[in-house]
């Protein structure tokens, strides 16, 4: 008998299972090996390479009607798809905070992908992996066992929906009927916070005004005191001031505000307390990070990434909640509150979408648990700790060459710099052309933000494979260019 016969026989036209499990196999292995290979060769490719104009326009193609075979299909992926992608698995990828990934995260995306669970509830292991990562985070970030966590895309959706937490706890459950029925909440956040924090407050009908931007400090931090003046001024004219984020990790410097001192004074003016800890939340795996972090325990939410410094595959958004039941009365349909299953697969509850908008979702979990599982937390921590050390070095680089100027304090992992102008020169558009020139040149792929006015060359070492010399090189770059083009 054949593996095809042992499986049930010819697939039939209903079924888009494979005639040949055979010449599935065969194309799979080669599949798994040559991403392996994507992987292990990295640095013999380019960072990143723009898109030729005949390659895009293969993508403009109908809906295609009739099949191609399988490898086919692939030799497609090989030629047209992967030589463009971001480039963020390169160690040379350095603009955005973004993580570079792992093997092992790959091959439990393709565990999670033969599995194909629906991850949004019922009584299945999928839930069960879920629900100790819940745990695990609870006892990385101090939180009581109260507290509840729900995977998503990003911390863009982590934002939203504490944001959405936030605002059923300050006007009660009647809010998820009758809306927000003219209430004048406002809420806080850094100037230097990320424009998600923003689109939070837009997305939930506060409207984009709501969210009151304070000015940071030297260090790129909040200013605790405009804060409380400004919490005042707005209680004294009648809007309800409901809610505060802190950042663990601005987009633009990876400044840290004073959690510690947002907790006290969220404590003592009666608000939300919410920090938005896309990436930097999880230094608190470092023992050199998490003094950095202080405050982060009383929080209560936390947006978090897993696919940024903990490297887990994109994508992998995680929301914490100190308060479960408010967590849980903020999504859950009332139908839900009525489960009584305790047997068979419509048990289990309550299920992840009792936390969360999404009835369907993938195992992100899974690669999640291996990437903990597999690494463990102490050399996570430690590769936390090397990728702030390279961005120590590439600011001690910087200080070291008079053609180039260190715009912003380094925190953590972000180093904001510039190429030092001549007299007469424009200097914002002279390093945006350095910028892109080293894009184009392969070489490393950093991005530009502005700081106090002034374009910068911005450097996110997020990517655990990113040496002292792949930090070199992109300023060996930088000087290059800028040389080149200032005369």
């Not at 806080?188 to 000015?215: E, F, K, T, W």
């Not at 005042?232 to 809007?239: I, L, P, Q």
């Not at 938005?276 to 003094?291: H, K």
């Not at 950093?446 to 090189?473: E, K, M, Q």
């Amino acid at each position: 008998m054949t593996k095809t016969e042992r499986a049930g026989g010819h697939a039939g036209a209903s079924s888009l299972d494979p005639d040949d499990w055979d010449a599935l196999r065969a194309d799979a292995h080669r599949m798994l090996d040559d991403m392996i290979d994507h992987i292990a060769e990295v640095r013999d490719r380019p960072v990143w390479q723009p898109i030729p104009p005949e390659i895009r326009a293969r993508f403009s193609e109908t809906l295609p009607r009739g099949e191609t075979p399988l490898g086919e299909a692939y030799r497609t992926f090989t030629d047209d798809i992967a030589p463009y992608a971001t480039g963020n698995v390169h160690p040379g990828f350095m603009g955005w905070v973004h993580g570079g990934g792992t093997a092992v995260g790959m091959l439990a995306e393709m565990l999670a992908a033969g599995l194909n669970a629906n991850c949004g509830g019922r009584d299945h292991i999928g839930i069960e992996v879920e629900r100790q990562i819940v745990r695990w985070v609870r006892e990385l970030f101090g939180f009581p066992q109260t507290a509840s966590g729900v995977f998503v895309t990003g911390s863009s959706m982590a934002n939203f929906m504490a944001l959405l937490v936030a605002r059923t706890a300050a006007l009660g459950p009647q809010v998820r009927e009758g809306g927000l029925a003219g209430e004048p909440l406002t809420a806080y956040a850094s100037a230097a916070a990320h424009g998600c924090v923003v689109q939070a407050a837009d997305l939930a009908g506060l409207g984009r005004g709501a969210l009151r931007r304070i000015p940071f400090d030297a260090a790129h931090r909040i200013d605790i005191a405009a804060l409380r003046r400004r919490i005042a001024e707005d209680r004294a004219a009648g809007f309800k001031p409901f809610l505060v984020t802190g950042s663990a990790g601005t987009v633009d410097t990876g400044a840290i505000d004073d959690l510690a001192a947002l907790a006290a004074l969220c404590r003592d003016e009666g608000l939300w307390f919410h920090v938005d800890g896309a990436y930097g939340s999880l230094g608190m795996l470092s023992p050199e990070i998490a003094p950095k972090l202080a405050g982060l325990s009383e929080a209560d939410t936390v947006a978090l990434d897993f696919h940024k410094w903990g490297q887990v595959n994109y994508d992998a958004g995680f929301l914490m909640v100190r308060d479960g039941e408010q967590h849980r009365a903020t999504f859950a349909a009332p139908a839900a509150y009525l489960r009584r299953e305790t047997r068979g697969l419509a048990g289990g509850s309550p299920w992840p979408c009792d936390f969360g908008p999404d009835l369907s979702r993938g195992f992100r979990a899974l690669k999640t648990w291996f990437t903990l599982k597999t690494y463990g937390a102490d050399r996570l921590g430690a590769m936390i700790a090397h990728t702030c050390a390279v961005a120590r070095h590439l600011e001690a680089r910087v200080q070291r060459e008079p053609q180039l100027e260190m715009l912003a304090p380094v925190t953590l992992n972000i180093v904001c710099f510039r190429y030092r102008a001549p007299d007469g020169t424009d200097a914002d558009a002279l390093n945006a052309e350095i910028v892109a020139d080293i894009h184009e040149s392969g070489i490393a792929a950093p991005s530009s933000t502005t700081i106090d006015g002034r374009l910068a060359i911005r450097a996110a070492i997020v990517n655990h494979r990113t040496t002292f010399a792949d930090v070199d090189r992109m300023v060996d770059a930088v000087l290059k260019f800028g040389n080149a083009r200032a005369g």
